[in-house]
C-alpha cells in the first residue's frame, strides 16, 4: 500500500489536514471551503495552495491517512495466537477510525462521485481491508474464539464493513441539525460498536464468549432503538 508521508507535526501542511480534518468533521465536508480552512489556521488562502491545489487535494491526503491507519491495524501477529483481548483491541481500533474520518464515513457517496481517482482508491482500499479483516476472523477462529464455516466467515466480514462504512451516514441521517454535537455523535458511533458485537455473538467461543457481556457493556449506552429514536428527536422548542 502506498501512502504518503506525514510531514512533521508543526509543519503548515500537517497543520491544514489537522484543520480540516476538525471542520470536515464537525461541519461536513461540503460546508468547507479552502477559504475556510485558511482562516482557521490564520493563513493566507495562496499559502494553503502553496501546499494543495484545491480540496480535493486535502481530501485525498486525509484519505490516504485514514488508509494507512486502517490497515496498520488489520493484522494479525504471526508469533501467537489471538486473544480475546486482540478481539477488544481491534473493536477499539475501528471505533477509532470511525470517529477519525468519520466525515469520509458521512459523505461517502458525495466525496466519490466527485473524484474518479479517489472512487477507483476507495474501490482497491474496499477490497484489500476485506482480505485483511478476513484474515483476522480466520485468525480468530483458529485461536477458538469464534466457531464459523468459511461462508460465513466471508459474510459476516462483508457485513461487518457495512455497518462500519455505513454506520456514521446513518445515524447522521437521522440526527437533526439542532441536536448534532460531538459528544452525541461519539456515543452513536460506539453505538455501531455494539452492533459489532451483536452482529458477531452467535459465532463466539471461548474466552470471547465467556467475555460477551463485559464487551456488550463497553459499547452500549442502552437498546440500540431507544438511542437512535431519543438521538432522531428534535428538541422542544
Given at each position: 500500500?502506498?501512502?504518503?508521508?506525514?510531514?512533521?507535526?508543526?509543519?503548515?501542511?500537517?497543520?491544514?489536514?489537522?484543520?480540516?480534518?476538525?471542520?470536515?468533521?464537525?461541519?461536513?465536508?461540503?460546508?468547507?471551503?479552502?477559504?475556510?480552512?485558511?482562516?482557521?489556521?490564520?493563513?493566507?488562502?495562496?499559502?494553503?495552495?502553496?501546499?494543495?491545489?484545491?480540496?480535493?487535494?486535502?481530501?485525498?491526503?486525509?484519505?490516504?491517512?485514514?488508509?494507512?491507519?486502517?490497515?496498520?491495524?488489520l493484522q494479525v501477529p504471526e508469533d501467537r495466537v489471538l486473544t480475546w483481548q486482540d478481539k477488544m483491541g481491534y473493536l477499539e481500533s475501528i471505533l477509532d477510525s470511525m470517529w477519525g474520518a468519520r466525515f469520509?464515513?458521512?459523505?461517502?457517496?458525495?466525496?466519490?462521485?466527485?473524484?474518479?481517482?479517489?472512487?477507483?482508491?476507495?474501490?482497491?482500499?474496499?477490497?484489500?481491508?476485506?482480505?485483511?479483516?478476513?484474515?483476522?476472523?480466520?485468525?480468530?477462529?483458529?485461536?477458538?474464539?469464534?466457531?464459523?464455516?468459511?461462508?460465513?466467515?466471508?459474510?459476516?466480514?462483508?457485513?461487518?464493513?457495512?455497518?462500519?462504512?455505513?454506520?456514521?451516514?446513518?445515524?447522521?441521517?437521522?440526527?437533526?441539525?439542532?441536536?448534532?454535537?460531538?459528544?452525541?455523535?461519539?456515543?452513536?458511533?460506539?453505538?455501531?460498536?455494539?452492533?459489532?458485537?451483536?452482529?458477531?455473538?452467535?459465532?463466539?467461543?471461548?474466552?470471547?464468549?465467556?467475555?460477551?457481556?463485559?464487551?456488550?457493556q463497553r459499547y452500549s449506552a442502552g437498546d440500540t432503538l431507544s438511542v437512535l429514536f431519543s438521538a432522531a428527536t428534535p428538541?422542544?422548542?
Amino acid at each position: 500500500m502506498t501512502t504518503t508521508a506525514r510531514k512533521s507535526p508543526g509543519s503548515t501542511r500537517e497543520r491544514i489536514l489537522d484543520s480540516a480534518l476538525r471542520l470536515f468533521n464537525a461541519q461536513g465536508e461540503r460546508n468547507v471551503t479552502t477559504n475556510h480552512i485558511a482562516e482557521d489556521l490564520g493563513i493566507s488562502p495562496g499559502n494553503l495552495y502553496y501546499h494543495f491545489r484545491n480540496k480535493a487535494d486535502i481530501v485525498s491526503e486525509l484519505f490516504n491517512h485514514y488508509e494507512a491507519l486502517v490497515s496498520g491495524f488489520l493484522q494479525v501477529p504471526e508469533d501467537r495466537v489471538l486473544t480475546w483481548q486482540d478481539k477488544m483491541g481491534y473493536l477499539e481500533s475501528i471505533l477509532d477510525s470511525m470517529w477519525g474520518a468519520r466525515f469520509f464515513h458521512r459523505d461517502l457517496s458525495h466525496l466519490l462521485n466527485q473524484d474518479e481517482d479517489l472512487r477507483l482508491r476507495y474501490n482497491a482500499f474496499v477490497q484489500r481491508t476485506l482480505e485483511q479483516g478476513l484474515r483476522v476472523y480466520e485468525g480468530l477462529r483458529s485461536a477458538g474464539l469464534l466457531e464459523a464455516t468459511d461462508e460465513e466467515l466471508r459474510a459476516l466480514m462483508v457485513n461487518t464493513w457495512v455497518i462500519t462504512a455505513s454506520w456514521t451516514g446513518f445515524v447522521h441521517g437521522l440526527v437533526p441539525p439542532e441536536k448534532q454535537q460531538e459528544s452525541l455523535d461519539h456515543t452513536l458511533l460506539r453505538q455501531g460498536i455494539y452492533q459489532l458485537v451483536c452482529l458477531e455473538a452467535p459465532y463466539l467461543r471461548g474466552d470471547a464468549a465467556s467475555h460477551l457481556a463485559e464487551i456488550k457493556q463497553r459499547y452500549s449506552a442502552g437498546d440500540t432503538l431507544s438511542v437512535l429514536f431519543s438521538a432522531a428527536t428534535p428538541k422542544s422548542a
